[in-house]
């Protein structure tokens, strides 16, 4: 039956956990993370795979971590934990629990399910805000994706930072040098069919080279579309609070953005003061 080859993927990201009780900007994102579990476990069930797409914890520290597996251990999905600019990849595999490991111990692999290549990389460098892949990372992609290949499996790639461009001030803190995994990706000839980060927290979708990409808000605050000509205060809202649902059966591949927390309180300009004076005119 159709079903039993339809690939469910579930991806969350941003979701800057802190330590039980702690809070930052007035919003505590144990119960927001505990509310899109619930969700998860309400309308997904069937679902393949549960990745947590980086920034794990908001400041790195062990008892965010300890958080974080309270939380998730209420849903039986199979799950997978990625690393973002806020993680600390050596704190987190201190902690960990089975982590996922490549071969150089960094946070990344692969899952294939249902003729889908599912790859996860680690784009983290702890302590930078625009970090990317290495050559080590880098090289570890490549056999990946040629081996996707040679078995005729669909890719899907899921990364911490955005690698697309998109026309906003995270531009300056997306994937560093993002045409060197673009290459890689090129260089290929893997049937791509999605890419899906976080690290922006707002929802858009487009493409990159050629391939699909999405990016989901995330568990925390939602920026505006802070466009190009604009300059001032870049607005954040409190929601939605989403995460989302990949459904591909090879040729037909849908991303769903599912919303958690619906409403849209403005938040306090004085909670983000470094997003006041905002002017964006440059990408690289």
Same mark, same amino acid.
């Given at each position: 039956?159709?079903?039993s080859?339809?690939l469910?993927?579930?991806?969350?990201?941003?979701?800057?956990l802190?330590?039980?009780?702690?809070i930052?900007?007035?919003?505590?994102?144990a119960?927001?993370?505990?509310a899109?579990?619930?969700?998860?476990?309400?309308?997904?069930?069937?679902?393949?795979l549960?990745?947590?797409?980086?920034?794990?914890?908001?400041?790195a520290?062990?008892?965010?971590?300890?958080?974080?597996d309270?939380?998730r251990?209420?849903?039986?999905?199979?799950?997978?934990?990625?690393?973002g600019?806020h993680?600390?990849r050596?704190v987190?595999?201190?902690?960990?629990?089975?982590?996922?490991?490549?071969?150089?111990?960094?946070?990344?692999?692969?899952?294939?399910?249902?003729?889908?290549?599912?790859?996860?990389?680690?784009?983290?460098?702890?302590?930078?805000?625009?970090?990317?892949?290495?050559?080590?990372?880098?090289?570890?992609?490549?056999?990946?994706?040629?081996?996707?290949?040679?078995?005729?499996?669909?890719?899907?790639l899921?990364m911490?930072?955005?690698?697309?461009? #998109?026309?906003?001030?995270v531009?300056?803190y997306?994937?560093? @040098?993002p045409?060197?995994?673009? %290459? &890689? /990706?090129?260089a290929? *000839?893997?049937?791509?069919?999605?890419?899906?980060?976080?690290?922006?927290?707002?929802?858009?979708?487009?493409?990159?080279?050629?391939?699909?990409c999405a990016?989901?808000?995330?568990n925390?605050?939602?920026?505006?579309?802070? #466009?190009?000509g604009?300059?001032?205060q870049?607005?954040?809202? @409190?929601?939605?609070?989403q995460? %989302? &649902? /990949?459904?591909?059966? *090879?040729?037909?591949c849908?991303?769903?953005?599912?919303?958690?927390?619906?409403?849209?309180?403005?938040?306090?300009?004085?909670?983000?003061?470094y997003?006041?004076?905002?002017?964006?005119?440059?990408?690289?």
């Open positions: 039956p159709y079903a080859r339809l469910k993927l579930i991806v969350m990201s941003d979701i800057h802190l330590p039980k009780g702690e930052k900007r007035g919003l505590d994102t119960p927001r993370f505990e899109a579990i619930q969700d998860v476990n309400k309308y997904h069930g069937d679902a393949d549960l990745v947590f797409a980086g920034d794990i914890a908001d400041q520290d062990a008892g965010a971590y300890a958080v974080f309270d939380i251990a209420r849903n039986d999905l199979p799950q997978r934990v990625m690393m600019n993680d600390d050596n987190y595999l201190e902690h960990a629990n089975d982590p996922m490991l490549d071969n150089n111990r960094f946070v990344q692999g692969y899952d294939d399910i249902k003729g889908h290549r599912i790859i996860m990389l680690d784009t983290s460098d702890p302590g930078v805000l625009r970090s990317g892949l290495c050559a080590k990372r880098l090289e570890w992609t490549r056999e990946c994706l040629a081996d996707a290949k040679a078995q005729n499996l669909k890719v899907i899921l911490h930072h955005n690698p697309c461009a #998109l026309q906003m001030p531009d300056t997306r994937l560093a @040098e045409e060197k995994l673009l %290459a &890689v /990706l090129h290929s *000839g893997a049937g791509i069919i999605q890419v899906i980060a976080g690290h922006c927290h707002i929802t858009t979708a487009g493409s990159w080279g050629g391939y699909p990016t989901i808000a995330g925390q605050h939602r920026v505006e579309p802070f #466009l190009r604009r300059t001032g870049q607005t954040c809202f @409190e929601a939605p609070a995460y %989302a &649902v /990949l459904m591909s059966d *090879g040729l037909n849908a991303v769903h953005f599912q919303s958690y927390v619906d409403h849209s309180t403005i938040m306090d300009p004085g909670l983000f003061p997003k006041m004076a905002q002017k964006f005119e440059i990408i690289d």
